[in-house]
């Protein structure tokens, strides 16, 4: 029987695979996304019925969007910004290194 890995270990593991950093990254943004538009439906006490009324979507796109599920095109977030009383913000960050 082999030898248990640690989850830092595993995770070592995983990110040394080629792309693994990028879809890490892409993920994060998705899920980020996905929670900041949640925070800001239920900050204004809509249910995903209603946003997804506001933005011309279907109910179970709300859901996978905010469960991080879809990486959004830039006229989508508009639409939720819109739809959200919010006004959208893009921006570039540098990159920090690795801890």
Not at 32 to 52: D, H, I, S, Y
Not at 63 to 81: H, W
Not at 88 to 95: A, K, Q
Request: aromatic residues 8%; glycine residues 10%; positive net charge.
């Amino acid at each position: 029987m082999g030898e248990r890995k640690s989850w830092a270990d595993k995770r070592a593991e995983v990110m040394s695979r080629p792309g693994a950093g990028v879809a890490y990254e892409s993920a994060r943004i998705r899920f980020e996304l996905g929670a900041a538009v949640r925070f800001r439906r239920e900050e204004l006490g809509l249910t995903q019925a209603e946003l997804a009324t506001r933005t011309g979507l279907k109910q179970p796109a709300v859901a996978r969007f905010e469960a991080g599920g879809t990486m959004p095109t830039i006229p989508m977030l508009e639409r939720f910004a819109e739809a959200l009383e919010l006004r959208l913000s893009v921006r570039f960050d540098p990159l920090r290194e690795a801890g």
